[in-house]
């Protein structure tokens, strides 16, 4: 469990860092101009890895795991990741980033709780309850200020 905490913690500065890195490029750019950048990258780095680790006897294979539910999971996730990252880059360019990071995370919280009750049924204890109450109060300060 501490060991995961930790690794969480680092997950989280991970996920302020890339967002200062995309404020800093998004400085009077075209946010699509940025994504296909940053999209083309991403691409690469996740081929490289996995031409690291599977080698390229599997890659013609890579699609024949996966059934057509799960394809098109795969599409809904990615059609979903990409507005997120268009909103999420148009938020960067528009709001400070100790707002959006606090805000995004927290709202990351919010949706993580519900979805998981909702499509794993995942049982929502007293502190996940008294936690909620307490991430929106705290958000409320947040745009008060």
Same mark, same amino acid.
Request: with cysteine; aromatic share 14%; hydrophobic share 50%.
């Given at each position: 469990?501490?060991? &995961? !905490?930790?690794?969480?913690?680092?997950? *989280?500065? #991970?996920?302020?860092?890339?967002? /200062?890195?995309?404020?800093?490029?998004?400085? @009077?750019?075209?946010?699509?101009?940025?994504? /296909?950048?940053? !999209?083309? %990258?991403?691409? %690469?780095?996740?081929?490289? =890895?996995?031409?690291?680790?599977?080698? +390229?006897?599997?890659?013609?294979?890579?699609? !024949?795991n996966?059934?057509? &539910?799960? #394809?098109?999971?795969?599409?809904l *996730? =990615?059609? !979903?990741? /990409?507005?997120? +990252?268009?909103?999420r880059?148009?938020?960067?360019?528009?709001? +400070?980033?100790?707002?959006?990071i606090?805000?995004?995370?927290?709202?990351?919280?919010l949706?993580?709780?519900?979805? *998981?009750?909702?499509?794993? @049924?995942?049982?929502?204890?007293? &502190?996940?309850?008294?936690? +909620?109450? /307490?991430?929106?109060? *705290?958000?409320?300060?947040?745009?008060?200020?």
């Amino acid at each position: 469990m501490f060991s &995961n !905490s930790i690794l969480f913690s680092f997950l *989280g500065f #991970l996920h302020g860092f890339e967002a /200062l890195s995309k404020k800093k490029i998004l400085n @009077n750019k075209n946010i699509y101009q940025v994504l /296909l950048v940053d !999209s083309f %990258i991403y691409f %690469i780095l996740v081929l490289i =890895l996995y031409l690291s680790t599977n080698g +390229t006897k599997n890659i013609t294979n890579v699609f !024949s795991n996966f059934s057509t &539910n799960n #394809l098109i999971y795969l599409v809904l *996730g =990615l059609v !979903s990741f /990409l507005c997120y +990252t268009i909103l999420r880059f148009k938020l960067i360019n528009d709001n +400070t980033l100790g707002n959006l990071i606090t805000l995004e995370e927290s709202s990351i919280i919010l949706a993580g709780l519900v979805l *998981g009750a909702l499509f794993f @049924n995942e049982k929502i204890s007293f &502190n996940k309850v008294i936690g +909620t109450i /307490l991430l929106i109060i *705290g958000i409320y300060f947040i745009n008060k200020i």
